[in-house]
T-cell receptor, first 110, second 114 residues
Framework: SQELEQSPQSLIVQEGKNLTINCTSS?????LYWYKQKYGEGLIFLMM?????EEKSHEKITAKLDEKKQQSSLHITASQPSHAGIYLC??????????FGQGTELSVKP | DSGVTQTPKHLITATGQRVTLRCSPR?????VYWYQQSLDQGLQFLIQ???????AKGNILERFSAQQFPDLHSELNLSSLELGDSALYFC?????????????FGPGTRLTVL
């Protein structure tokens, strides 16, 4: 959606490399979700960020929320083939409706 | 496994027909959400129910309707189907359904309209 823009749209990295995916909102962000999706399958919850400046990590994935910039970033350290998939950011910017970005497709080459 | 179940997994039907998609939320979750995912539109929020009542509405067509039953399972009814309705339909559930509340997604129902 135009309200949430993800960049890049697709990414191919060599195994072991670090990468960052960005999610920028056109409206005030009060919180943000990151999900991962394997093609044609359901979404897997990764992280929820509630406050500006908040940073959360899970295994090799770190996400940050910058409320002033209305932006969140998802960083993967030492990527592995298991990280491949589509990463989606979602935010409740209209009060009760979760809006998603268009997704970033990540491929990790062994 | 998120704990959210959806049936059927696949559905193939013809234009003009009506179908019903079913969702069972995680145990203890009161809120159910429906989403449509297509290649051109991405993941679009359709509608949310909380404890049997409609809580929020998104880009849901008038031909589509949903309800949440007393046992908290939900059904999405799609009628007068068109080719463009072919998509993945996801159901998600959450504990509260307001504020920042983690949503757990089901595996989806793939609808193909021929």
């Amino acid at each position: 959606s135009q309200e949430l823009e993800q960049s890049p749209q697709s990414l191919i990295v060599q195994e072991g490399k670090n990468l960052t995916i960005n999610c920028t909102s056109s409206k005030t962000l009060y919180g943000l979700y990151w999900y991962k999706q394997k093609y044609g399958e359901g979404l897997i919850f990764l992280m929820m960020l509630q406050k500006g400046g908040e940073e959360k990590s899970h295994e090799k994935i770190t996400a940050k929320l910058d409320e002033k910039k209305q932006q969140s970033s998802l960083h993967i350290t030492a990527s592995q083939p298991s990280h491949a998939g589509i990463y989606l950011c979602g935010a409740d910017i209209y009060g009760g409706k979760l809006i998603f970005g268009q997704g970033t497709e990540l491929s990790v080459k062994p | 496994d998120s704990g959210v179940t959806q049936t059927p997994k696949h559905l193939i039907t013809a234009t003009g027909q009506r179908v019903t998609l079913r969702c069972s939320p995680r145990s203890g979750d009161l809120s159910v959400y429906w989403y449509q995912q297509s290649l051109d539109q991405g993941l679009q929020f359709l509608i949310q129910y909380y404890n049997g009542e409609e809580r929020a509405k998104g880009n849901i067509l008038e031909r589509f309707s949903a309800q949440q039953f007393p046992d908290l399972h939900s059904e999405l009814n799609l009628s007068s189907l068109e080719l463009g309705d072919s998509a993945l339909y996801f159901c998600a559930s959450s504990r509260r359904g307001y504020g920042l509340d983690e949503q757990f997604f089901g595996p989806g129902t793939r609808l193909t309209v021929l």
